[in-house]
């Protein structure tokens, strides 16, 4: 549910059972307030609520069944539902995070063309059989490149 005064002043949360009792979702740290949601259903009781935040954008993801709701993660770009990953962009690199406990199983770094990492990423989504297909667009040159890419689901011991 969202309550906006304006699309930049929103207070968005869930409720369950009375929904004038409605848990709020708390900004990220440094943002006083939330923008208008999209909110993208990935089943039919797992939602991924997502807020433009500047130049990015910050989601939160709600599974309904057991009421749980993630920490803010920034610039998502693909989600894996069956192993509940999230790859996001991390500066010039790809971060693929568990979603609710935010532990990095993966941090994938290539010669990105130049300029912003999302501008440089053609295409990116987690395929049924886990891996991870990546199309990029490589060095000054913008040369096209995929990659399917094995993910674990933990983080590797040390």
């Known amino acids: 549910m969202s309550r906006c005064r304006t699309d930049h002043d929103c207070r968005v949360g869930y409720y369950y059972g009375d929904p004038e009792d409605p848990v709020w979702f708390e900004p990220p740290a440094g943002v006083a307030t939330l923008t208008r949601p999209e909110v993208i259903w990935h089943e039919a009781t797992f939602a991924q609520v997502r807020f433009r935040i500047g130049a990015g954008h910050v989601s939160y993801f709600f599974e309904a069944k057991r009421r749980r709701l993630s920490p803010p993660r920034a610039d998502v770009l693909a989600v894996d539902m069956r192993r509940l990953l999230v ?10 995070r568990q979603m609710f406990a935010g532990r990095e199983v993966a941090h994938l770094e290539r010669d990105w063309a130049p300029g912003r990492l999302e501008d440089a990423i053609t295409a990116i989504h987690f395929d049924p059989d886990t891996r991870l297909t990546l199309s990029y667009l490589r060095g000054s040159s913008r040369e096209p490149v995929t990659e399917r890419l094995s993910i674990p689901s933990i983080p590797r011991t040390k």
């Open 87 to 96: 790859a996001q962009a991390d500066g010039r690199a790809i971060a693929v």
